[in-house]
């Protein structure tokens, strides 16, 4: 089993910045995808970003050039800076961990922390 705790939500006004952290602890693979997903009120979760243990990223074109993701291998944390925020980014975030094992997948969340952005 993965656990996945986040920090770093809260309330911030229009154009403002917050950073979100998330570290993983359990039974980790070592190559992995962690990132960040989203749902806005009413809503779908959705990606907003990713990073693998290679360092490959792939950002939702919502968020690209606002938004940056990075991550430590060595503490299994990743973290998540959200500069220009806008009052549509407001959405519960949600930690995640993908690993594969053989031809199976498996997916872990965090718990998820509230982001406000008011305009």
């Known amino acids: 089993q993965v656990q996945l705790v986040e920090s770093g939500g809260g309330l911030v006004q229009a154009g403002g910045s917050l950073r979100l952290s998330c570290a993983a602890s359990?039974?980790?693979?070592?190559?992995?995808?962690m990132g960040w997903y989203r749902q806005p009120p009413g809503k779908e979760r959705e990606l907003v970003a990713l990073?693998?243990?290679?360092?490959?990223?792939n950002y939702a074109d919502s968020v690209k050039g606002r938004f940056t993701i990075s991550r430590d291998n060595a503490k299994n944390t990743v973290l998540l800076q959200m500069n220009s925020l806008k009052p549509e980014d407001t959405a519960v975030y949600y930690c995640?961990?993908?690993?594969?094992?053989?031809?199976?997948?498996?997916?872990?969340w965090g718990q998820g922390t509230q982001v406000t952005v008011s305009s």
């Open positions: 359990g039974s980790i693979f070592s190559k992995n995808a």
């Open positions: 995640n961990l993908r690993q594969r094992q053989g031809v199976n997948a498996y997916d872990y």
């Open positions: 990073i693998t243990t290679g360092g490959t990223t």
